[in-house]
């Protein structure tokens, strides 16, 4: 059964980094999208970044040129770089895998908190 355990996660201040990662187990299937969405309180999940497996990126407006995506297809792991994080970054970021059948599959999310 798959598993995604996601790690890296916790409390920054204003301007500063963290590196999230998750790694994906027990696959049966190919991965087509990798990728990372976040829910801050009383709003919806939104993208932030996703990697297909051809290499092409996408990121949320709100978080270019301040979040970098990346992934690694022999280990499936996706990583998310995020610098100059915000406080309106805070949130519970999830990572979701999407295989080539278009079947998603969710981690459990890890809370993101930026100080101002």
């Known amino acids: 059964q798959l598993q995604l355990v996601e790690s890296g996660g916790g409390l920054v201040q204003a301007g500063g980094s963290l590196r999230l990662s998750c790694a994906a187990s027990?696959?049966?299937?190919?991965?087509?999208?990798m990728g990372w969405y976040r829910q801050a309180p009383g709003k919806q999940r939104e993208l932030v970044a996703t990697?297909?497996?051809?290499?092409?990126?996408t990121y949320a407006d709100s978080v270019k040129g301040r979040f970098t995506i990346s992934r690694d297809n022999a280990k499936n792991t996706v990583h998310l770089q995020m610098n100059n994080l915000k406080p309106e970054d805070t949130a519970v970021y999830y990572c979701?895998?999407?295989?080539?059948?278009?079947?998603?599959?969710w981690g459990q999310g890890t809370q993101v908190t930026v100080s101002s």
């Open positions: 979701n895998v999407m295989s080539l059948l278009n079947v998603n599959y």
């Open positions: 027990g696959i049966q299937f190919s991965i087509n999208v």
């Open positions: 990697t297909r497996r051809s290499g092409t990126t």
